[in-house]
């Protein structure tokens, strides 16, 4: 007979409620399909914080006193460092910053990429709309039409509140003016968001009387 290998006790990413599987279901984040569907559901930043504070409190509360004086004292090995820092002038703390910013110049010529205006960015190539849509600005306007639109497909009938994204009723390509703008934004969900590809000057009627 073969031994039964014992549970591991893992703790729910969406529920925080801890919960036991098999060895080959180590992988897993959540404790039922309910939770991982709320998962994909838009969140604001401040939950994530707290679902991670929680996993990091309920570790240190597994934590052997051994590993928690080890753990104490990696984070006292770091006090002087910050201690020499407090006492710094704020011209020593420039010279340093510079030395740092010249270690990390690639970085930061990458991310100025990003926030320079398309017509003046070297790296801009029209096909490829990445560029753009990783800017900060864009995903912020990205939030505030999840929130206008109730964090919910606006597709009739719909509703569905999984796998949201945001469409543009105009193409981008055929008005990169408007890939801004909130009144050309509205919600769907991954299924309408299909029905949409090819078909879009279909559709533009119906999305503005929506947003009306």
């Known amino acids: 007979m073969v031994a039964k290998k014992e549970k591991i006790e893992k703790i729910c990413n969406e529920c925080w ?21 709320k998962s994909k559901i838009w969140k604001p930043t401040w939950i994530k914080w707290t679902k991670w504070l929680v996993k990091a409190w309920n570790k240190w509360l597994k934590y052997t006193e051994e590993q928690k004086a080890r753990l104490n004292m990696e984070w006292l090995k770091l006090a002087p460092l910050w201690n020499k820092w407090r006492n710094l002038t704020d011209k020593e703390k420039a010279r340093l910053n ?9 970085r930061n010529k990458w991310i100025k990429n990003y926030n320079i205006r398309e017509d003046k960015n070297h790296n801009w190539k029209w096909w490829i709309w990445g560029y753009k849509r990783k800017r900060i600005e864009y995903i912020e306007i990205k939030e505030k039409v999840l929130k206008r639109d109730w964090i919910k497909c606006m597709f009739k009938w719909c509703y569905n509140t999984t796998g949201l994204c945001v469409h543009h009723i105009k193409k981008s390509k055929d008005r990169p003016d408007l890939l801004m703008e909130e009144n050309n934004l509205i919600t769907l969900c991954k299924k309408c968001h299909e029905k949409t590809f090819w078909k879009e000057e279909m559709f533009e009627e119906y999305f503005n009387k929506i947003l009306t």
């Open 98 to 106: 510079m030395e740092w910013l010249k270690k990390w110049q690639w």
């Open 17 to 37: 409620i801890t919960y036991f599987v098999h060895p080959y279901r180590e992988k897993s984040k959540y404790c039922s399909k309910k939770c991982l569907n």
